[in-house]
């Protein structure tokens, strides 16, 4: 049974950072594409970042420059490192990883920036 675990998440003051972390558990977590989506109340859920079994990674344009992605394969583990933080990062964050045609979520991990 494949299992997505995340946590991380918290309350955290506009410029401040957290850091995101998903640990699978049941799946061959190398061969697959790794990534962080999230969703606003009465928004769509949107790509944050993602990166691929090779390591390569994609950000949306609104989090380049502050956000990073990482994936430690050994740990079955992917990071989301987030500075500069703003109210609109306020979001739940979801890990997921996918391999066509197989697409797995976590339960998501609410992320709050406020003052």
């Known amino acids: 049974q494949v299992q997505l675990v995340e946590s991380g998440g918290g309350l955290v003051q506009p410029g401040g950072s957290l850091t995101l972390s998903c640990t699978a558990s049941g799946i061959r977590f190398s061969i697959y594409a790794v990534g962080w989506y999230r969703q606003a109340p009465g928004k769509q859920r949107e790509l944050v970042a993602v990166?691929?079994?090779?390591?390569?990674?994609n950000y949306a344009d609104s989090v380049k420059g502050r956000f990073t992605i990482s994936r430690d394969n050994a740990k079955n583990t992917v990071y989301l490192q987030m500075n500069s933080l703003k109210p609109e990062d306020t979001a739940v964050y979801y890990c997921?990883?996918?391999?066509?045609?197989?697409?797995?979520w976590g339960q998501g991990t609410q992320v709050t920036v406020s003052s």
């Open positions: 990166v691929i079994s090779g390591g390569t990674t």
């Open positions: 997921n990883m996918r391999r066509l045609p197989t697409n797995y």
